[in-house]
């Protein structure tokens, strides 16, 4: 049997050597709360289960496929070190594990990590017997805990509306690797596409006297720059010329032939070596984008030019694994349709996805909104969940060229108050310049939909088309006419900015639109807008899409959305990605050239 989703994990920070934990696991349900007593970690413990991570319980590929409430959950697996490991010190990785999780090696609890969404890793070197280990994982995720960073995920037992199947536990890779005494531990790749330089900055873990950090950096397989770094502290900072004149060249459209775009998404390879004067201690690959992204004028733009942008929301969901997409090939996949049918970008609805995507949307030139899984209620927990957890995201994801915006909120969920409460106006505006302060070099949107405060863009969500020639329409196409319409509608029955907050000439961007439901009568679900046939879905599609490109202050869009989820069949392809008509047909709707 295949090991489930082999790959390298994280593909901006490549070692050669590491071990994939995907695969079986022992498993169990703790329902009374009663593991930790009966001491679940310690060895002879009964786990009646058996799990295939990194699949979460409730999906049809972890094997068990149960959808019922267990809110504590107990994996455990054996592994071996390998005897060239000994001399190093070993790192946990995970990628993902919903919610909170208490890891245990060996009978002994070796750290806590609380969020589902983030990355975390564990050195775990002083607990090894250099035998054969046990790891154990208890992870605990309240269903109906509201003020849980939990996105789309419902907290009633069965799906309904607009929110899906629960996800709990590990729902994204499990590997370890060896490192030196001394190593990486993270390193940022801050472009500037204005000077042609790229900016790094690499942290180390175990510093200590006389190491240098030698980098090498290739462009279409040539070497453009081979250089080393000294440092008295553990961080090295180093701004470096890649343009270098022969690069830094526009082509007849003006577009700059180095930097990174979704027609032509340029990368430069990138190796770490950290060394000493007679040994390499950690040798690291990675790659960057020369990209630049900005607002002026009440325009986006995309190193320095005008930039339209076409985005489609995308849930990602799978009908196997949910929030685990089963095989890389589905995110390069779910990129090829939406280019296909026009889109040069997404909005990730309520999900911090898997880097395996952010992977593939650098490679293969794809925007990308970064959004945080949101709460629903508010209160100081909430407020403590989101903003630790939003950090760890940010920090993780940082280096990736796709990612072009970043959505901490939506919608006022987990701030449903935030016209009227000032707590709430100012946790919105704290997640902004919270954003900002940790990444100065993307735009930041405060609260996508509604209600915004402080934001570098104006996103507005109007599903309001009803319709052809009725009176739900026409007021779908005046409100989008102007900049006074649209920001005097209220197509939520909310206000665009909250009290006390105005529009500054920001870009406006209409962010979620359209999902119209068009589907089997045999398998009925629901959309905003409905259509019977082929033609009649076609023809709304149409009619939505002309209001859009006829406005004359709209700056970009996002189309609800790229695939049906459960019973939300509002997608332009099925769950199990068929397109719902031609795409050509799609593609002429969407593929229109904007006049600025």
């Known amino acids: 049997m295949q090991l489930p989703r082999p790959e390298y994990p994280r593909p901006q920070f490549v070692r050669e050597d590491w071990l994939c934990l995907n695969g079986r696991w022992d498993f169990a349900f703790d329902d009374h709360d009663v593991g930790c007593v009966q001491k679940w970690f310690a ?6 289960r058996q799990i295939q991570v990194p699949f979460a319980f409730q999906s049809k590929l972890s094997g068990i496929g149960d959808t019922g409430f267990h809110d504590c959950v107990w994996y455990r697996r054996e592994i071996e070190i390998p005897p060239v490991w000994r001399e ?35 050195d775990i070197t002083d607990y090894l017997t250099y035998g054969v280990e046990t790891l154990v994982l208890r992870v605990f995720d309240p269903s109906q805990d509201e003020t849980i960073p939990r996105g789309k995920q419902f907290w009633q037992e069965k799906s309904a509306a607009i929110w899906y199947t629960r996800t709990t536990g590990i729902w994204q890779p499990v590997w370890l690797e060896p490192v030196s005494q001394s190593y990486l531990r993270e390193v940022r790749l801050t472009p500037d ?70 027609e032509s998404p340029k990368l430069y390879d990138i190796t770490f070596e950290l060394l000493d004067d007679a040994s390499c201690f950690d040798h ?28 489609v929301l995308d849930q990602g969901y799978w009908p196997g694994g949910l929030l685990t997409a ?31 995507f952010l992977y593939w949307a650098d490679k ?15 209160d100081h927990n909430y407020v403590e969940r989101i903003t630790g957890e939003w950090v760890e995201i940010l920090r993780r994801d940082y280096n990736h060229p796709c990612i072009v915006t970043w959505v901490p909120l939506n919608e006022s969920w987990g701030i ?106 045999k398998n009925p679900g629901w959309g905003y807008t409905s259509a019977k046939t082929e033609e009649e879905y076609l023809e709304t599609l149409a009619r939505v899409f002309d209001a859009v490109y006829n406005s004359e202050c709209l700056y970009g869009f ?26 050509i047909k799609i593609r002429d709707l969407i593929d229109r050239i904007v006049v600025w």
């Not at 690959?285 to 009440?298: A, D, L």
């Not at 293969?364 to 508010?378: P, Q």
């Not at 996002?558 to 199990?576: A, K, M, R, S």
């Open 88 to 122: 190093k010190r070993v790192l946990l990785h995970f990628g993902a594990v919903d919610y909170e999780t208490r890891c245990y090696l060996n009978g002994n609890l070796i750290y806590t990590h609380v969020g589902g969404n983030a990355s975390f890793c564990v």
């Open 326 to 356: 089963p095989d890389d090939s589905d995110f390069r996949e779910d990129i090829e349709l939406a280019k296909a049918m026009g889109f040069n970008g997404c909005r990730k609805h309520q999900k911090t996805e898997d880097p395996r």
């Open 416 to 521: 449903p108050n935030a016209s009227r409460n000032s707590r709430q106006s100012a946790h919105c505006g704290a997640m902004y310049y919270l954003t900002k302060s940790l990444d100065p070099t993307r735009p930041v949107i405060s609260n996508d939909g509604w209600e915004m405060t402080v934001s570098d863009i104006c996103a507005i969500h109007n599903y309001r088309h009803g319709k052809d020639r009725d009176r739900q329409y026409d007021h779908f196409c005046k409100a989008l006419k102007t900049a006074e319409q649209i920001l005097e509608d209220r197509p939520s029955g909310k206000a665009i900015y909250a009290t006390g907050y105005s529009y500054k000439g920001e870009p406006i961007l209409l962010t979620e639109f359209g999902g119209v439901s068009y589907t089997d009568p």
């Open 43 to 48: 060895p002879g413990a009964v786990f009646d």
């Open 193 to 262: 596409v204005d000077s042609g330089e790229i900016g790094i900055e690499a942290t180390v873990a175990g510093w200590r006297d006389g190491l240098a950090l030698r980098y090498t950096i290739h462009f279409e397989g040539e070497m453009i720059v081979r250089d080393s770094i000294r440092s008295l502290h553990p961080v090295f900072s180093r701004k470096v010329d890649v343009f270098q004149q022969k690069i830094f060249r526009t082509n007849f459209h003006g577009s700059v032939h180095g930097c990174w775009t979704p």
């Open 558 to 583: 996002c189309y609800t959305q790229l695939t049906d989820v459960e019973q939300e069949t509002n997608g332009l392809l099925t769950y199990d990605r068929k397109p719902k008509c031609d795409i």
């Open 284 to 311: 690291v690959q990675s790659y960057f984008g020369m990209r630049k992204v900005h607002t002026e004028g009440g325009r986006v733009y995309l190193n320095n030019r005008p930039y339209y942008q076409k985005l």
């Open 364 to 378: 293969m030139g794809f925007l990308v909104w970064g959004e945080m899984a949101s709460g629903i209620s508010y």
